[in-house]
């Protein structure tokens, strides 16, 4: 097994090579002055089981591009099977076509993947499960809810209520609720797809005098997260805290969440959270071990079903 890594996110590509106790595979990455982007793999892959790391982290397009060109050099070089690991899947809220004359673009990822040559795909939480059926490749998509259940388990969840964002996150949020042993409350969600701006007009559950946890796939503007906070305030909610997968955190998305009604953030790093994003209220928690281990059932043909029930 030889596990290498793009650019996107080298921490966590540390973390989980440490857990699986090998070296990162050398390899140059190189972007020359026209833009173009270089990769030569620097050891034999021939005949091996390869994981190539790469999440779908700003700047999206030159990370995806990178690891299209990473897979395309390992089968190249006779790799026996290259997974694409994909913490966070890029496009993934292109996933239907709601607009005329627009791109599927996530399905678009999916075929480009193929094309390169990939030979299965690991990935986490995607924005819609039907994202798993773009493609004829195996498609393993791990959850974070152990994590991040686990996290507010230990920090104790008395006189909460977890809260869906918007109808379409109710299923999700569910989960969450029946892995912590909460009520749900679900927020009636308008969200205009060209500026990206969101408004809330009704609560469905009652959150009066109650500490809200409200759980979503990914904060991006984190406009949709403030406006969920500013309306379980208006209707008596005591504490508010989030929880969620991929913090994308454009713009002044962490200015914005810093200065909101949350007492916390919590997020996991796959995408990583440094510098200017790593407020004093987000909490990160790490994935590392899960696709760790993840990746060695892979290679070793076992299941990863069971992973799913398990705090790691």
């Not at 607009?99 to 075929?111: H, Y």
């Not at 798993?132 to 388990?153: E, K, R, T």
């Not at 042993?181 to 308008?190: F, N, S, T, V, W």
Request: aromatic share 6%; charged share 25%.
């Amino acid at each position: 097994m030889k596990v290498f890594c793009g650019r996107s996110n080298p921490e966590l590509s540390r973390e989980i090579c440490g857990y699986l106790g090998i070296e990162t595979g050398r390899c140059i990455i190189h972007k020359f002055k026209n833009d173009n982007t270089f990769v030569r793999i620097e050891e034999n892959v021939r005949g091996k089981d390869v994981f190539v790391i790469q999440t779908g982290a700003p700047p999206v397009n030159d990370y995806f591009m990178e690891l299209l060109i990473m897979i395309d050099a390992l089968k190249h070089a006779s790799a026996s099977r290259v997974t694409a690991v994909l913490p966070y899947y890029p496009y993934a809220r292109s996933d239907k076509k709601d607009q005329p004359r627009i791109c599927i673009t996530a399905r678009l990822v999916a075929d480009l993947l193929e094309s390169a040559g990939a030979d299965r795909v690991l990935t986490m939480n995607l924005h819609a499960e039907q994202i798993q059926g773009f493609f004829s490749i195996p498609v393993d998509q791990l959850l974070a809810s152990p994590i991040l259940c686990g996290y507010f388990s230990r920090n104790g969840v008395k006189d909460c209520i977890v809260v869906a964002p918007d109808a379409g996150s109710a299923k999700r949020a569910e989960k969450y609720a029946r892995e912590l042993g909460l009520p749900l409350a679900i927020l009636d969600k308008r969200r205009d797809p060209l500026n990206d701006t969101v408004e809330i007009s009704h609560i469905i559950g009652d959150v009066r005098g109650k500490n809200a946890i409200v759980f979503d796939d990914e904060i991006a503007t984190g406009g949709s997260m403030i406006e969920t906070a500013n309306a379980l305030i208006e209707h008596g909610a005591k504490d508010i805290h989030a929880g969620a997968v991929h913090a994308v955190l454009c713009g002044d998305a962490p200015r914005k969440l810093q200065a909101s009604a949350y007492k916390q953030v919590v997020v996991t790093n796959t995408i990583q959270v440094a510098g200017e994003k790593l407020i004093p209220k987000i909490k990160v928690l790490s994935v590392a071990k899960l696709f760790g281990e993840a990746i060695r059932r892979i290679h070793e043909g076992k299941s990863l079903s069971e992973l799913f029930g398990k705090h790691l």
